[in-house]
Each structure stands twice: as C-alpha cells, then as structure tokens.
C-alpha cells in the first residue's frame, strides 16, 4: 500500500496542454475513480502514474518517494488494461507466472503467488488453459490476476470492464470491490461507467480538459456538485437545468414562471441570474412535493421498474423519473412537484450556490 501525491502535474503533447497544473493527493488504501469526458486526459494522468510518459511539469511522490524521474519498471505498481494483453501462446498459469519469473523470483513463491491469486479470482481449474479458450470475463481475471502476483503497492485499471457484456461487468465489478477489501492497496481506476464509478470508488475525481473539476465521495457529487458541469456528468438521465433570476422572495424560471422559495440561497439579490437544477428523479408525479410545476407531457418512456416522463415547462425541457409505471398521453397537462430540500443553484459561471 502506498499514498501517492501529484503535485502540479502538466502535460503537453505538441502545443496542446493535455493536463494542467494538476495536484491531487491519495491516500494509502484508497480506491480513486477518475471519469470525465473522452479527451479530458484519464488515461494521460493514468500512464504518467504509471511512468509510460513522462510530465512536463510537476512532481509525483508514491508514499516519501519522488518518482516523477524513475523508470516505468522500477515503480512498485501494476497496470490492468481494458485489451487484457495476455500472451496467447501461454497458459493461464505462465501468463501469470511470466512477470514474476523476469524478476528472478524463486520457483516456490511463485507456485505460492499463482495459487493465492488463483483462488482469489476463482481461475483455480483454468490454470492450464490458453487464453482463447477462456470467456472475455476470464480472461480479464488473469489480467488482474498477473497484478495481484505481483504484490503491487499501487494498482492502476485503464477501463477494465469495459469489453465485458453487462451481467459480466455487474460481476466483475462485484469482484473488484472484493478484492479491494481483501488487498487494501491503493487502486487508480479509469472509467466511462457512471456505475463502476459511484459503487467502486472511495473518492471519483471529475476531470474536464485536464483539471479537476471536483473531487469527492461519489455521494458528496451526487448531492452537492460542486459546478453545473459535475452536476450534469453524475447522475443518469441528466440534471435539468433552468435559468433563473432571484426575484424578492423566489425564482422567476425562463418564461416568468414563478415559485415562491422559503430560503434565499446566500448571496443572492433581486435581479441576479443563476441557474436552478434538479434531477429527474426528485421531481415527483404529484403535488406533494413544498413546489409545484405545471406542465405538459410530451413522451413517457416505460423502463418496467421505473418511467421517463419527458414534459415542457413553458419552452423548457424537463425529465421526470419515478419508479412507478406510469402512461400519460402526449400533450397532456399534468402538475408535478419537488421538494426545495432537492434543488441545487449555480451561479451565472456555472459555480455552486451554498444554500
Ligand atoms: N501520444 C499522444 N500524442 C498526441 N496526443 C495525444 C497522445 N495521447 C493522447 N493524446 C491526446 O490527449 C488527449 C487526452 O487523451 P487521453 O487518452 O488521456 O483521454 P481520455 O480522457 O483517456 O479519453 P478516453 O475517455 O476517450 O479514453 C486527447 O485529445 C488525445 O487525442
């Protein structure tokens, strides 16, 4: 196990700056979640980690260490990519045995490794196989399997699952988090899946063209988004979003609709724009809710344990999720609600407004 810190870490690949002046410290045993948009820098941030790039700036310590400077090989650190890249001429038990042996590792700890690590990922009757006769799962449970026997301080996981079929990641992911409790090492882990990140993660960092847009616990990003766009990347289907303005004692929303507040969100005076936001599944299908909205549905989608009611508000688009089966016809009138507890604002730039 080991703490690793990043400290102003730049990147430029040409002229473009892929990561900037970025810090972040991790502690030993965590599991970090990086996720962000295809481009923001994941995978750059995860080779520099694992030394297969070198930054232009910055320093990177694991635990007192600094090892911005030291070769890939000589790190204690293991890296799971999303390809698997095992040998295919070799068995289960040589893919595994492979790393171990170019260290000169003795024979006996070696055969102690492979049938620690074995049972761990349950690959005990598929040590003598080839690669091509093993499942995408399987497969992938080497891959992670070759980490483990080599007792990394640090593991790092470049999109792991995601050439696995759903019911295989839903397991697979079951697995990693197993694993986690049993090996307690630091794990750097790179997703798309908004699941894989909020249910894996000890702390998920948000990354948008290579700086940290927020960094927490998956339901401190959830439930108090630091800017309008962490709030609009976790969550499924998106947070709605309305432009606002503070008027006396309430919102005016885009086309003067108006809802009474009980409390001002700090800072705000009469006039001042923001945005408010709330998502989908806190609007309810009712009128319980401290507010109400009238609107009109325009198409409901049926998801068996839940519905999608997408409705307008005057000329916004709003999405309603609840986990009933509802049906209402198109251009229907209806009234829903929320609760003021459920809604978050943002400044004009985007920036969260304590309530
Ligand atoms: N070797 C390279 N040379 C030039 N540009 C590169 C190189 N590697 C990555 N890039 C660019 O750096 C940016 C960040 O790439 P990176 O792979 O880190 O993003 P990512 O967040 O992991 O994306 P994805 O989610 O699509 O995998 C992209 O614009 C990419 O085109």
Redesign the pocket.
């Known amino acids: 196990m080991t703490a690793l810190t990043l400290c102003n870490i730049n990147k430029k ?2 002229k ?1 700056t ?1 990561i900037e002046n970025l810090s972040l410290a991790i502690a030993s045993g965590e599991f970090i979640v990086l996720v ?10 995860l ?1 520099i980690i694992a030394g297969l790039e070198t930054p232009d700036g910055g320093s990177l310590k694991m635990g007192e260490e600094d090892v911005t400077h030291l070769a890939a090989g000589r790190r204690s650190l293991s890296m799971v990519f999303q390809s698997y890249a095992l040998y295919p001429h070799m068995t289960v038990r040589e893919n595994l045995a492979f790393g171990l042996k170019n260290m000169n590792t003795p024979g006996e700890e070696i055969d102690k490794r492979i049938a620690q690590a074995a049972t761990m990922l349950k690959l005990e009757a598929m040590l003598d196989r080839l690669p091509q006769n093993l499942s995408g799962g399987q497969r992938q449970r080497v891959a992670i399997g070759r980490s483990i026997v080599q007792q990394p301080e640090l593991f790092l996981f470049d ?1 792991p699952l995601s050439n696995l079929d759903a019911s295989l990641r839903v397991e697979m992911r079951q697995e990693l988090q197993e694993l986690h409790h049993q090996l307690r090492s630091t794990m750097v882990y ?1 997703t ?1 899946d908004q699941v894989e990140a909020m249910t894996l993660a000890d702390r998920i960092v948000v ?1 948008y063209k ?1 700086k940290i847009e927020q960094v927490g616990t998956p339901l401190e990003l959830y439930n108090r988004p630091a800017n309008l766009f962490v709030a609009a990347f976790i969550g499924t289907p998106k947070i709605n979003v309305l432009p606002a303005r503070w008027h006396q004692n309430g919102l005016l929303l885009g086309d003067n609709h108006f809802i009474p507040l009980h409390t001002r969100p700090a800072g705000l005076g009469d006039g001042d724009n923001l945005f408010m936001a709330v998502r989908p599944e806190h609007l309810q299908p009712d009128e319980q809710g401290d507010i109400t909205l009238n609107v009109t549905t325009k198409l409901c989608e049926l998801q068996g344990d839940s519905t999608l009611v997408w409705c307008k508000l005057g000329e916004q688009d709003l999405c309603l999720k609840s986990f009933q089966q509802l049906n209402y016809s198109p251009r229907s009138e209806m009234t829903i609600s929320v609760n003021e507890a459920h809604l978050h604002f943002f400044d004009g730039l985007g920036k969260r407004i304590p309530a």
């Open positions: 690949y040409d473009a892929i962000g948009p295809s481009g923001c820098g994941k995978s750059t941030l080779r999109e790179v798309h990354l290579g």
